[in-house]
């Protein structure tokens, strides 16, 4: 059974990723489709298929979430941002050091 919720949160997930590019849409169906029928004759006991179903659980989180398409219009593009997009809070780039130091040194020169 958890193949099969997988198997279904994968091509959500691409449906989500992927809309309104039917190419991308179709290539990622199929790539999902040929993933799933190269294990599918494994017998359940296999240690191989853990790994596999998670695997695909992260592919899936990744493609709702870090995956944004651009669409051009004229000189710029726009992004197609969803429900699902994460958005980060740049905590990070805000508390950034101003000048990078090197071995405790503002610059390489310094030394």
């Known amino acids: 059974m958890a193949a099969v919720q997988s198997y279904r949160n994968l091509l959500r997930a691409a449906r989500i990723a992927f809309e309104g590019d039917i190419r991308m849409l ?6 999902i489709r ?3 029928r190269d294990k599918a004759t494994l017998p359940a006991s296999d240690p191989s298929i853990e790994p596999a179903l998670k695997h695909a659980e992260e592919v899936a989180s990744f493609l ?4 944004v398409q651009g669409i051009k219009e004229g000189d710029t593009y726009k992004l197609r941002i969803h429900e699902h997009t994460e958005r ?4 990070s780039i805000k508390f950034a050091s101003k000048s990078p130091r090197v071995g405790g040194f503002k610059c ?4």
């Open 108 to 111: 390489c020169s310094e030394r």
């Open 26 to 31: 179709t290539g990622a169906r199929d790539a």
């Open 88 to 91: 980060g809070d740049n905590e």
């Open 64 to 67: 709702k979430a870090n995956v």
């Open 34 to 36: 040929r993933g799933f």
